[in-house]
């Protein structure tokens, strides 16, 4: 089992970045496929971004391609999510979650750890 926990959320203007991170302990964090996904109120979670074990695979959600960039330092057993070009649609709580996919891992239901998440406010 892996607990993981979020951090880096908070309010940002629209344009402007925001690093979220999420620590991961217990078992070895590398052999976990990662990923991000995130929530609005009165919607259902979403995907936003996934990596794999190594680091070497990455997916983005169409709405995030291009702003967001997801990566890992499994000597530090942290995943990340840089965030920039903020939009208030992007206001959510933001969770990190882990899989034991092989490879890569896009849908809700591939993952089997998730971190309690960090609100993102984006103002206009």
């Known amino acids: 089992q892996v607990q993981l926990v979020e951090s880096g959320g908070g309010l940002v203007q629209a344009g402007g970045s925001l690093r979220l991170s999420c620590a991961a302990s217990?078992?070895?964090?590398?052999?976990?496929?990662m990923g991000w996904f995130r929530q609005a109120p009165g919607k259902e979670r979403e995907f936003v971004a996934a990596?794999?074990?190594?680091?070497?695979?990455?997916v983005y959600s169409d709405s995030v391609k291009g702003r967001f960039t997801i990566s890992r330092d499994n000597a530090k057993n942290t995943l990340y999510l840089q965030m920039n070009s903020l939009k208030p649609e992007d206001t959510a709580v933001y969770y990190c979650a882990g899989s034991n996919a092989v490879g890569i891992a896009t849908k809700y239901s591939q993952y089997d750890y998730w971190g309690q998440g960090t609100q993102v406010t984006v103002s206009s």
């Open positions: 217990g078992r070895t964090f590398s052999r976990y496929a």
């Open positions: 990596i794999s074990w190594s680091g070497g695979l990455t």
